[in-house]
Structures are given as structure tokens and as C-alpha cells.
């Protein structure tokens, strides 16, 4: 898929096909995550995918209100940052994974796969993160779920471009 293409077609989806993702299939997702920029080549970003027993204990530690929610997905990767504890170089590397993170929701997208950035609640809980080893060394970025798409998603409306874009002289 052409690169301007991917980028105004990618959708968050939440509505997903039962297959998982074949691992070879999310290796390259993940390798290609490696090439989003980096200030000092950092490599801030660290990718858990989510086997059976880990997504039980994320279920469990979500509560059985939120717990259906986490089973929308066939697959789920818990994309986080590394913190290092230097205030500039933590916000880059911030900006760096959230890079890494779009980088596999629009690659996923070009294999013709779903997608869908969530920030889940559980994830900022200490059970949460302790169900799938988030250690203080790291801050939760996007729990990535993918998938085969069910349907087509609408695009939402978007501020036009000169609406957050200045020229200064
Ligand atoms: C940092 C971040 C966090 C997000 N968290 C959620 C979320 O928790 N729940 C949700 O429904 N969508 C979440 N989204 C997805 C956005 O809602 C979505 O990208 C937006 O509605 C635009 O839709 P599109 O991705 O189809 O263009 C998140 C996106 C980003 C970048």
C-alpha cells in the first residue's frame, strides 16, 4: 500500500476476527516498530505480546466489569516506554515510542490487518501492571490490540491542516 494511502486509511478498529496473528506475522511488526526515530538511538520501546495466562491475569487484575473489553482483540501487545529518569530524555523517548507504536498499528494496516491504540484503565493500576510485568522502570503506552477486521471503519472528522499549522515569518 502506498505510504500516504496507508496513512489516511489506517482506522482504530474495535471489533476483530477470532485468529490470532501468526507469530512470524508479529515478529515483523515489531521489527519494523525498531525503526521509528530515536534521539541517541535510545531504543525506549519495549513490546509484551500477551499469551493466554498473561491476558487471564490482566482480566482478572481488570475486574469482571472491564475484563470482557480485554477479549476484543485475538492479539494484544503492551507497548511501553523504558524511563531512565532524566526528565528530557524520558519525554523523547515518550515521543519516540509512541512513533514505535504507530509504526505497527500502520504496518499492520498495509497487511491488511486491524488495529487499535487503547489506553485501558487496568494498565494504570498496579495489579495491572504487575500482570504483565511492567516494572517502575517503565511507563504503560498503548495496550496495541490487532487483528483480522470485521468491517470497515468511517474516517472521524479532522481539524483541517491550516487549523494547526502556522508560517511564521
Ligand atoms: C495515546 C492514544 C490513546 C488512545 N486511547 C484510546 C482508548 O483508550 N480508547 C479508545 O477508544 N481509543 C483510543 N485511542 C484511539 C483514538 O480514539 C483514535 O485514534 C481516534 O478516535 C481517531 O480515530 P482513527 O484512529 O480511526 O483515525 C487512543 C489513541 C492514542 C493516540
Not at 498503548?142 to 502556522?166: D, F, K
Amino acid at each position: 500500500m502506498e505510504v500516504e494511502t496507508a496513512i489516511r486509511s489506517r482506522r482504530t478498529h474495535k471489533a476483530f476476527r477470532p485468529l490470532p496473528l501468526p507469530r512470524d506475522q508479529v515478529d515483523q511488526l515489531l521489527e519494523l516498530a525498531r525503526w521509528a526515530p530515536n534521539h541517541n538511538l535510545t531504543n525506549p520501546w519495549r513490546f509484551r505480546v500477551l499469551g493466554p495466562r498473561a491476558l487471564e491475569r490482566l482480566k482478572l487484575a481488570a475486574g469482571p466489569e472491564s475484563a470482557p473489553k480485554l477479549d476484543r482483540a485475538p492479539t494484544l501487545v503492551v507497548c511501553s516506554c523504558v524511563v531512565s529518569g532524566d526528565p528530557v530524555q524520558d519525554e523523547e523517548d515518550l515521543h519516540a515510542t509512541a512513533c514505535a507504536a504507530y509504526i505497527v498499528l500502520l504496518a499492520a494496516h498495509g497487511r491488511g490487518l486491524a488495529g487499535y491504540w487503547r489506553t485501558p484503565e487496568v494498565l494504570r493500576t498496579d495489579a495491572g501492571r504487575a500482570a504483565v510485568g511492567l516494572g517502575e522502570g517503565e511507563r504503560f503506552v498503548s495496550l496495541i490490540h490487532l487483528g483480522e477486521p470485521v468491517q470497515e471503519r468511517p474516517a472521524p472528522a479532522r481539524a483541517p491542516a491550516p487549523e494547526t499549522a502556522t508560517y511564521l515569518d
